[in-house]
């Protein structure tokens, strides 16, 4: 089973920056899907970046030009580099995975952004930003 715990969230003003990290355990997939989503309260969740495994990217217009997803080569590492953040930015960011989309030659392979079944998520990490 796939765990994903996130870090690096916490208070800062506006225009400022974090970095969020996701530390993904016994991810074993050969190509798969990763994100971020966030949720503030009493809103619904949003996704706000994705990332396949060739590297392509794709991320909400809210966070266009301030955000940057990235991984590590062996995939263990997800990260959100947030720069000039703004209150609204304030929300409650999830990391998660594509589950399985199929098997071949001893290799998982799971689904890729265009299709993407988020089936792992890890516990959230809280960013506040204050005006």
């Known amino acids: 089973q796939v765990q994903l715990v996130e870090s690096g969230g916490g208070s800062v003003q506006a225009g400022g920056s974090l970095r969020l990290s996701c530390a993904a355990s016994r991810y074993t997939y050969s190509s798969g899907c990763m994100g971020w989503f966030r949720q503030a309260p009493g809103k619904e969740r949003e996704e706000v970046a994705t990332i396949d495994s060739d590297g392509s990217t794709t991320y909400a217009d809210s966070v266009k030009g301030r955000f940057t997803i990235s991984q590590d080569n062996a995939k263990n590492n997800l990260y959100l580099q947030m720069n000039s953040l703004k209150p609204e930015d304030t929300a409650m960011y999830f990391c998660?995975?594509?589950?399985?989309?199929?098997?071949?030659?001893?290799?998982?392979?799971?689904?890729?952004?265009?299709?993407?079944?988020?089936?792992?998520w890890g516990q959230g990490t809280q960013v506040t930003v204050s005006s």
């Open positions: 998660a995975a594509a589950g399985t989309a199929f098997e071949f030659g001893g290799h998982s392979y799971a689904y890729l952004c265009s299709s993407a079944d988020f089936a792992y």
